[in-house]
């Protein structure tokens, strides 16, 4: 096709007409753009301040700002599109499908992103506690949207998603802050009694670690077939539990040989058939 130099003048005119007639929305398009993504920044800025100096856990004030961030970004996008003269309407229709489409797969995120929000709001733990939960014993490390961050006694990391956390038992070792060691030693039918609970009562006594609000308590447990069990339970703060629980039982080892106690070695039971 052969182009005079009228048709040519005449497109570069109209098209030189279009960019002149569209800059104005581009201009304040990419204008509202830049404004707003650094509005985001403030806003977001003043709200985590805010956050902090109302003492907001800091998992959940890392977990509303991020929200926050995403929202207003939203927003900002649909008004950038909206000033650019791009019908809107349509392209949240689409959003709303690619949304139901995204939630249909990813139905276990989804369950794992509400069990994140569940434990954040109603903090059943926090970070630095010892808990139980899912066949897990270990202490919370971080607390994710999706996933709680667990690291073990012997410095195993574990993620436990936190749809199965939310909606599981969980034993809060730490929430309490002290805790009571239950503990079991055995001693033969030759044993004076009242002088193995004295000797233990003692153990208990003259260690500092040991807690003696509450009171602990030294009674008999149980009379097996071979031996006098004896519940020993010491109460500790948690730093210290591992310590009393240990020490508990190599101090009383020791005191019994002193003694000349012997602590009865543990034989399992046998059911009698009849």
């Known amino acids: 096709m052969n182009l005079n130099p009228d048709q040519i003048t005449s497109y570069a005119n109209t098209f030189i007409k279009a960019i002149l007639d569209y800059s104005p929305k581009l201009i304040a398009a990419f204008l509202i753009l830049f404004v707003g993504l650094y509005a985001i920044r403030v806003i977001t800025r003043i709200i985590k301040k805010i956050m902090v100096k109302r003492d907001l856990d800091p998992t959940l004030t890392k977990f509303l700002a991020d929200i926050l961030i995403w929202v207003l970004r939203v927003l900002l996008f ?28 990813l139905q276990g995120s989804l369950s794992n992103f509400a069990g994140g929000m569940l434990i954040i709001l109603f903090k059943p733990f926090k970070v630095g506690d010892t808990i139980e939960a899912q066949g897990v014993l270990a202490t919370v490390h971080e607390i994710q949207i999706f996933v709680t961050k667990l690291i073990t006694a012997n410095n195993q990391t574990i993620f436990v998603p936190n749809g199965a956390l939310s909606n599981g038992t969980i034993t809060n070792y730490s929430m309490q802050g002290y805790r009571r060691a239950d503990l079991t030693i055995a001693i033969s039918y030759d044993t004076d009694i009242k002088m193995a609970k004295s000797i233990i009562e003692t153990v208990l006594n003259t260690n500092p ?11 008999v447990k149980n009379l097996t077939d071979n031996a006098i069990q004896l519940a020993v339970r010491p109460w500790a703060n948690n730093e210290d539990f591992g310590a009393v629980f240990s020490e508990t039982l190599e101090n009383c080892k020791l005191a019994f040989d002193a003694a000349g106690i012997t602590i009865q070695p543990y034989v399992k039971e046998m059911s009698k058939s009849s």
């Open 209 to 219: 670690k040991v807690l003696q609000t509450p009171v602990p308590e030294v009674s």
């Open 78 to 105: 649909v008004t950038f599109i909206s000033k650019l003269g791009i019908e809107t309407s349509s392209f949240v229709a689409i959003l709303g499908a690619m949304g139901l489409a995204v939630g249909l797969s």
